[in-house]
């Protein structure tokens, strides 16, 4: 009998669909922060005060992993969920009175508060997964963090200019309503706690993150998920650059198409067609061998998004999105699915910590694609992206499948 998404533990569903919506606010407010701070402010201000987010949310992410595997989960979850709401709370205030230090302040306030509600969410999840329910849950997951990615970024272009008030006042009133349903209904999994190693917190912190770095199988894995993020951030970085400025503009039906609507069509076609795919693809991927669906996919995706590295013809960047879209859709969900059986149940947190640092990678390789692309021809950057994507690939297969039995 397979598994229905109704079957689904009480843990996983509230992660599910209270992800889901608290995603749909955030994506409708959070990438809107850079623009806020430059119309309050200046540029040059908002740069550096973003830059300096990045290192807040960078240590806050080391401790907040850390901790979850010191406490129980629940009582991780329901600290950061209730601080994460207060926080945007008072965002709000601040956005109504234009209160624009304040504003700063609880937005670094959010940020340290966040890093412990995610780590935690995602140890109580992981520890609610098993064998039986993990494919349908990362399906499902793939399919909703797409979706109120779409939805939130349709909210925040249609409301950001008229009623940004509006927007963190929701997203507050999401995360306050989310902490009272985990309140009330997660259930613990307080047997998955890390002992300590040292009785000196900043030695046993680093003792905690030096046995994951020395898990090679789990290394080499975040290594290959790295490199095969960054061929897509390249879409947002060399690829956009490039249709500006070699893409040659077409009608049609009496529709004008220049580079830069090129790369909105690139993102709208994908966001459509996973929507659209991603769950049905789930269920026929079911009867074939993990392994093999898994290469097959990241054959698809190395292909795709080769062809598009410097396809300039609108009818062949359409066909190359598609194949990097469906290939993506085979090979992400079985890819965190199987990932899991990577991490020890008492060390969730910092290993999943660990794993999130391969986003912060992926954007400082796709943004040297810049570079790199002054030197290379488009097609030569077709061969870098091919090149990078098999690379991790071999080392995500490699360490999923070949060193079990090391």
């Avoid at 302040?105 to 969410?121: G, H, Q, V, Y």
């Avoid at 995360?175 to 259930?187: D, G, N, R, T, W």
């Avoid at 390249?234 to 500006?244: D, E, K, N, Q």
């Avoid at 995500?396 to 090391?406: D, Q, R």
């Amino acid at each position: 009998m397979k598994m229905k998404v109704r079957d689904l533990p009480i843990n996983i569903q509230l992660r599910l669909w209270g992800s889901f919506v608290n995603r749909c606010t955030y994506s409708a407010t959070l990438p809107f922060i850079a623009l806020y701070l430059t119309d309050q402010l200046n540029a040059r201000i908002a740069g550096l005060f973003l830059a300096s987010i990045v290192f807040v949310q960078f240590i806050s992410n080391i401790w907040g992993g850390y901790l979850v595997d010191q406490f129980p989960r629940k009582k991780m979850l329901i600290f950061g969920s209730f601080t994460e709401a207060l926080s945007l709370l008072f965002m709000w205030l601040t956005v109504v009175n234009s209160w624009i230090y304040l504003f700063m302040t609880t937005f670094i306030l959010f940020t340290i508060f966040s890093a412990f509600r995610r780590p935690s969410m995602s140890a109580l999840v992981q520890d609610s997964a098993t064998d039986e329910n993990k494919k349908l849950l990362y399906r499902m997951d793939y399919w909703l963090i797409n979706l109120s990615l779409a939805i939130g970024a349709l909210l925040g272009g249609l409301f950001y200019s008229e009623h940004k008030s509006w927007l963190f006042f929701a997203s507050a009133m999401v995360a306050l309503i989310l902490s009272f349903l985990y309140m009330k209904y997660i259930e613990e999994t307080n047997s998955f706690i890390r002992k300590k190693e040292h009785n000196n917190v900043f030695v046993d912190l680093f003792i905690a993150y030096q046995t994951v770095i020395k898990d090679k199988r789990f290394v080499l894995m975040v290594i290959g998920t790295m490199l095969i993020a960054t061929v897509e951030l390249m879409t947002s970085t060399y690829v956009a650059v490039r249709l500006h400025k070699s893409f040659e503009t077409v009608y049609l039906f009496n529709f004008e198409i220049t580079g830069v609507r090129m790369f909105t069509i690139i993102n709208l076609v994908n966001t459509i067609t996973v929507v659209s795919f991603s769950l049905l693809i789930g269920k026929w991927l079911d009867k074939f061998k993990v392994s093999r669906i898994l290469g097959f996919g990241l054959l698809m995706y190395a292909i795709g998004y080769a062809v598009l590295t410097s396809a300039n013809m609108w009818w062949l960047i359409i066909i190359a999105v598609l194949a990097a879209t469906f290939g993506e859709m085979i090979f992400a969900p079985i890819k965190s699915a199987e990932m899991l059986t990577l991490i020890p149940k008492e060390k969730r947190g910092t290993y999943n910590t660990f794993s999130s640092f391969t986003f912060s990678g992926a954007q400082l390789l796709s943004n040297g694609s810049l570079i790199l692309g002054t030197y290379l021809n488009p097609y030569a950057m077709s061969v870098v992206v091919f090149v990078i994507v098999t690379i991790g690939a071999m080392l995500m297969m490699n360490s999923l499948f070949k060193m079990k039995k090391n």
